[in-house]
């Protein structure tokens, strides 16, 4: 056979390869290169967040992470055309898209170290008897998969006491000086009226610009000149907030326009927080202090003048602590009450919603806390020419109250499952097998689509299975509860578990039950 190197050039060097990340600045995307050391690419390189182009001269690949968002891919695919175009190339250069664990192999070539294939050692020269030891057992255990469940044998956090929450919020108020709102309407952001922070749509986005009060540096002075009072200097927060249902459009419109009027006026004084619904951070929820009301649609709908304006009900559910309390819209029927809850029924008597009634309803075996609290809470909800009438449980007017929720129907009389419900996220995103808890404030939106999820609501424990999750994390998932039920039987003989699966849509009562103002999966947005 004729020597290959015949065929090769005499001047032929390797190009090295460039492997650039894919992000969206601020009104730009942004192509930063990553520093790839004497040539060698890892895979550790490559985040589930993000998008990567690798340029390899014959080759030019555009690698989707899981998590990466959809307006970044197809930039990322625009750009590693042009790049490809932009330089000579052979006439065989193509532009390939990867998609994160479907990799070719061609494409895992071009890493160092990235083998779907076990290591085994079958030469056991003296090289390899030193670095892996001659017992066999051991090389074994070396080669397993790592896995890390240590957050399902760790006691259940405690929840927060009442005076220990009201003096978080007191707190995170004290240097408040001024907060500001804004809802987008149309293609721009408007104020939003005084009345109306502390109530959200799920179908809008929200900007909030709140500006704090900071001790500033004391300066070391002269002690005869007496004590100086430490100055205070502003700092300033702008919380983005998305509903549900809501478009991601709103946060680039907010980037685009009120983003850089805020950097031009605040500078280095600027953080800017994006949170979506029921993932809100503590600070933000103590603004509101307990009165966090979130409607189903958008603030401004057009009125259906063909029938009377629907029945809205909401519940008022305490998750953890004072601090993380919401009204959250709910289905409006009777199966939806509980006897633990405090629940605001909000009735129209005509199409535009402009008259009507709001009834708090007061479960038999609701908290004295909570109920002071809903009342403050259906007080404000009650318009001008609405009228508000308390109604305890079992003491319900059959004329609007059952009318409105479609009759009377069996509902839940118990909620032990807050004392128990637990929400745990199996992952391989860090390159191993690992287990974490979910604080208590969970929500509907923590079930993620590429993840395997373990929920314990105190009698059962479901192992929820993401529609993207790969087999290896369903198999050591499924491995993973099985201990975690067993481990349940051995602490808690007196309430045993039933294990059982469900998956993404197929959700029984017992489950949904668990996550406040469960409703319709959202769409996937473009």
């Excluded at 460039?18 to 290169?33: I, M, R, S, T």
């Excluded at 998008?51 to 695919?77: E, M, N």
């Excluded at 601090?323 to 819209?329: D, G, K, P, S």
């Amino acid at each position: 056979m004729e020597d290959a190197k015949h065929h090769v050039p005499d001047d032929f060097t390797a190009s090295e390869p460039h492997l650039y990340a894919v992000h969206l600045g601020k009104g730009y995307l942004e192509l930063p290169q990553i520093d790839v050391r004497n040539g060698h690419l890892k895979s550790e390189m490559l985040s589930s967040k993000n998008v990567y182009i690798l340029d390899t001269w014959a080759d030019v690949f555009v690698w989707f992470g899981k998590k990466s968002a959809r307006l970044v891919r197809a930039a990322a695919l625009k750009l590693s055309q042009e790049l490809c175009d932009m330089l000579p190339r052979p006439d065989f250069a193509m532009v390939t898209r990867v998609l994160e664990g479907t990799e070719s192999q061609i494409f895992k070539s071009k890493f160092e170290g990235w083998d779907d294939v076990m290591a085994v050692d079958f030469t056991r020269t003296a090289e390899s008897v030193i670095r892996r030891g001659v017992d066999l057992k051991k090389i074994l255990e070396k080669d397993q998969i790592k896995t890390d469940l240590t957050a399902l044998f760790m006691p259940r956090q405690g929840s927060m006491g009442s005076e220990e929450a009201k003096a978080v919020i007191e707190e995170f108020n004290e240097d408040l000086h001024r907060m500001e709102a804004f809802v987008l309407e149309g293609k721009k952001f408007v104020r939003l009226p005084e009345k109306e922070p502390g109530n959200f749509f799920s179908g809008d986005c929200y900007v909030f610009l709140c500006t704090y009060w900071v001790p500033a540096e004391e300066s070391s002075g002269d002690e005869d000149s007496g004590e100086k009072e430490a100055e205070e200097t502003q700092m300033h927060t702008v919380y983005f907030w998305q509903g549900r249902d809501a478009s991601n459009m709103g946060w680039l419109t907010f980037t685009f326009s009120l983003q850089k009027k805020f950097e031009q006026t605040f500078k280095n004084t600027l953080e800017v927080v994006r949170m979506h619904q029921q993932q809100e951070n503590l600070k933000f929820l103590s603004h509101f202090k307990s009165k966090f009301v979130i409607h189903r649609g958008k603030r401004k709908e057009p009125i259906d003048r063909s029938r009377i304006a629907p029945a809205r009900l909401y519940q008022l559910r305490i998750n953890d602590s004072l601090v993380c309390a919401r009204t959250i819209e709910i289905d409006a029927k009777g199966s939806s009450l509980n006897s633990v809850f405090c629940h605001i029924l909000n009735v129209p008597f005509d199409r535009s919603a402009s008259n009507g009634i709001i009834y708090l309803w007061i479960g038999s075996k609701a908290a004295e806390e909570d109920v002071q609290l809903a009342n403050e809470i259906a007080v404000e909800m009650t318009k001008y020419h609405y009228t508000m009438q308390i109604v305890k449980e079992g003491q319900e007017p059959d004329n609007f109250f059952w009318n409105a929720l479609g009759g009377k129907k069996p509902y839940e009389s118990n909620a032990d499952f807050l004392q128990f419900s637990r929400l745990f996220r199996c992952s391989n995103e860090k390159g191993y097998f690992t287990v974490s808890e979910k604080c208590a404030d969970f929500c509907q939106d923590d079930l993620a689509d590429d993840d395997i999820m373990i929920l314990d609501n105190g009698e059962e424990v479901f192992l929820w299975v993401g529609q993207k999750s790969s087999e290896v994390e369903i198999k050591l998932a499924f491995k993973s509860v099985q201990v975690y039920v067993q481990n349940l039987r051995n602490k808690q003989p007196d309430r045993p578990r039933k294990l059982l699966l469900t998956a993404k849509g197929k959700e029984s009562k017992k489950f949904t039950k668990c996550f406040h103002g469960w409703s319709a999966y959202k769409s996937p947005q473009a």
